[in-house]
């Protein structure tokens, strides 16, 4: 199965493909738009751009694991976006992916600008190669 990734930010969304075959994940873009309606029309086009067979949306939860308010806001918002696509939504626990993306990206030679653009993109395949690992694919 194709995977699409989504990790969903205030003002810019990273997404990253892969699949359970090989394992293999890329990033593949960054929205530059808001959360909200807006939103949810340029994810259905990604869709249609990468086709996946399900979503695999970053869960915000608090550091002792537990889900806060904003946990939440991302189940209520990857339930429309499944009702939007059609298409299975599974969420993951992306603590850390940002942090892992910025590793990634140290000593890239990237300037600021570059890594800021990734970043985001680079955090949607630290989520989708976390849940790939806990299910065995690859």
């Known amino acids: 199965m194709r995977y699409l990734a989504v990790d969903l930010g205030a003002k810019r969304t990273g997404l990253a493909a892969g699949d359970d075959v090989v394992g293999l994940v890329q990033p593949v873009e960054v929205l530059s738009v808001p959360r909200g309606p807006a939103?949810?029309?340029?994810?259905?086009?990604?869709?249609?751009?990468?086709?996946?067979?399900?979503?695999?949306?970053?869960?915000?939860?608090?550091?002792?694991?537990?889900?806060?308010?904003?946990?939440?806001?991302?189940?209520?918002?990857?339930?429309?976006?499944?009702?939007?696509?059609?298409?299975?939504?599974?969420?993951?626990d992306e603590r850390l992916s940002s942090f892992e993306a910025d590793q990634r990206m140290a000593r890239s030679g990237r300037t600021h600008r570059e890594?800021?653009?990734?970043?985001?993109?680079?955090?949607?395949?630290?989520?989708?190669?976390?849940?790939?690992?806990?299910?065995?694919?690859?």
């Open 39 to 92: 939103l949810l029309d340029a994810l259905a086009r990604a869709v249609k751009r990468h086709g996946p067979d399900a979503l695999v949306v970053g869960l915000p939860l608090n550091m002792d694991g537990t889900e806060g308010g904003a946990t939440a806001d991302v189940r209520a918002f990857g339930a429309a976006l499944a009702g939007r696509v059609e298409l299975p939504v599974h969420f993951h």
């Open 115 to 138: 890594k800021k653009e990734l970043r985001d993109a680079l955090a949607a395949c630290a989520i989708l190669e976390s849940w790939l690992a806990e299910r065995g694919a690859g």
